[in-house]
């Protein structure tokens, strides 16, 4: 009986770690630019009260949909009032879920494994650090797990109920990312496999019962209705229904073809095992060999009299099959890697309920486990404080990717401080010109200033603002611009913003100025006792 209660609350109190390692300081990291993106996105649902299915960029309407929820619940009701906070609460929330639903494969791994797996994923650096990102991945992730989860547990009862959550997980996977696919594929592959193995390959087919029927159309209606009312924006949007099936060829042609995403086969596992940069290591190493430990004994042991469950074999082939497509897909991003490290996890608690068993007949080799344990847990725990709160945006970090530095806010302070100065907050003009529209963040941080033009180049026919933003390969020419080809009277001199070298991400370099007769213009004011501008 004490054990009983004993591990339910353990788990609570993983639980609690993962939340402690998400939940702080939300706002520290300044955002990526997909994360301001999608900022901007929810806006306009915000203020709306519609999200528009876009089938060539953005992903699924999930994400923006719900945060809806959290600024209704802190009254922001235009996005003016949203903060990173507010963005970033939703991945934190389904992060600590993706947990919990752990706790649903207990009758198939049991305790041992769903509580060493919990552990993992609540020190994890990579799923702590994405699960305060705001992207889609680690919902995708979490609506995968509820998926298969609550298959799992149809497969054990039968019962109705959990097929409706696997429908409602699945229409959620489908519009949330348009990955999805490869996690059906995986899981849908390995069930056939399996079913293959245990008939060894001469499957009999049987006349499925009437309510096996039933409850296959109840999934099939719950997870259309649950993607359709995402994509039709509360079916207001019919077409969005279509996009969400179009789009798949764009993402198809796009795996290969962008060449700053292409990387090759092992660039999830040195992310992940072997990161060395800047006098640092970073390695989740506990969860590797784990992982390991727990394939060889699942096929070692896999026509064992003592059969094993076929959870734990389900997991070991769709792992190997989900890890496999990654990494073969030559397209990757740091974030994409979750998918399949999810699974890298599971096995890893199937790995400790291994050496738990291996070791019940030998005290000292139990207490060696179980120290390794501890070191192990707290490198990673160590690793992700690390991520989230001290190198956050570091490229020494192997989970920052293209991450502005934290020269955004410097950046941004110096803009308000001048418009402030100014008094011309917020209907300021300026003008920010970055090559190829790289310019983001800055629209989320400067979107209560209005008149601000963004350009990927300079445009024919240019009036210079009176702030301009631009990277350095612009400078000559807009030198000439305001120097030499302006009409005479039309020629201000600009004084820089910055008094130091500031960079939007590593190594790209803003240039700020600001026509110095406007800060004369503010001076005079101040001085003639006319203090009230804004």
């Known amino acids: 009986m004490i054990a009983k209660i004993k591990k339910p609350l353990f788990f609570i109190f993983i639980i609690l770690i993962a939340a402690g390692f998400r939940l702080p300081h939300l706002s520290i990291r300044p955002l990526h630019t997909d994360e301001a993106v999608h900022g901007i996105k929810f806006g306009t649902l915000l203020e ?41 609460i939703v991945p934190v929330v389904f992060g600590i879920f993706l947990i919990a639903l752990t706790f649903w494969l207990v009758p198939g791994l049991g305790w041992p494994a769903v509580l060493a797996a919990s552990l993992f994923m609540a020190l994890s650096p990579a799923l702590t650090f994405y699960s305060r990102y705001y992207i889609q991945e680690i919902l995708l992730v979490c609506f995968s797990m509820g998926w298969i ?46 079913y293959l193995i245990k008939n060894e390959f001469t499957p009999s087919f049987q006349k499925p019962e009437k309510r096996s029927w039933i409850h296959l159309s109840l999934f099939f209606i719950v997870s259309a209705i649950t993607s359709i009312w995402f994509f039709s924006s509360g079916f207001t949007h019919p077409h969005g ?73 389900f997991i070991a082939i769709y792992g190997i099959l989900l890890t496999g497509v990654y990494v073969v897909i030559p397209y990757k991003t740091p974030w994409s890697m979750l998918s399949f490290y999810h699974a890298w996890i599971l096995l890893a608690g199937i790995g ?14 139990r207490i060696a486990f179980i120290l390794l344990c501890f070191i192990g847990t707290g490198h990673l725990g160590y690793q992700a404080w690390v991520a989230n709160f001290r190198d956050h945006s570091s490229p020494d970090n192997p989970y920052v990717y293209s991450h502005p530095t934290e020269d955004v806010f410097k950046i941004v302070d110096h803009v308000i401080s001048a418009s402030d100065e100014i008094g011309q907050t917020p209907d300021w003009p300026m003008h920010v010109i970055i090559s190829n529209h790289e310019y983001w963040p800055l629209p989320w941080y400067l979107r209560d200033m209005n008149f601000i033009g963004w350009y990927g180049a300079i445009p024919e026919n240019w009036t210079p603002a009176p702030i301009l933003l631009f990277s350095p390969e612009f400078e000559d020419r807009i030198i000439q611009k305001l120097y030499t080809e302006a009409e005479p009277g039309q020629r201000h001199l600009y004084v820089p913003l910055f008094d130091e070298n500031l960079e939007l991400r590593p190594g790209q370099i803003i240039r700020g100025y600001i026509r110095y007769d406007y800060l004369n213009k503010s001076s005079s004011r101040i001085e003639s006792g006319d203090e009230d501008i804004h």
């Not at 719900?66 to 970033?88: D, H, M, Y």
């Not at 060829?249 to 072997?274: I, T, V």
């Not at 390991?292 to 064992?304: C, D, E, L, Q, S």
């Not at 400790?352 to 080799?365: D, G, L, M």
């Open 48 to 88: 709306d009260g519609k999200t528009i299915y876009d089938p060539v960029e953005y992903h699924g309407p999930t994400l923006n949909v719900l945060t809806w929820i959290p600024a209704k619940i802190l009254g922001q009701n235009t996005l003016l009032n949203v903060n990173e906070t507010t963005l970033r």
């Open 352 to 365: 400790f309920a291994v050496f738990i068993k291996w070791t019940e007949n030998s005290r000292t080799h």
């Open 149 to 194: 989860a609550s298959v799992f547990r149809y497969s054990l009862s039968r019962k109705w109920g959990w097929i409706v959550l696997s429908g409602l997980f699945f229409g959620l996977m489908h519009a949330t990312k348009e990955t999805c696919i490869i996690t059906w594929w995986a899981a849908g592959s390995a069930l056939l496999i399996l």
């Open 241 to 313: 229904i279509l996009d969400s099936i179009t789009t798949y060829p764009n993402y198809f042609f796009r795996a290969g073809q962008n060449l700053f995403h292409n990387h090759g086969w092992s660039y999830y596992f040195r992310r992940l095992f072997f990161f060395a940069s800047g006098g640092k290591f970073w390695s989740e190493w506990p969860v590797a060999l784990l992982a390991i430990v727990g394939w060889i004994h699942t096929f070692r042991n896999w026509k064992a009299p003592n059969k094993q469950n076929s959870l734990v074999q």
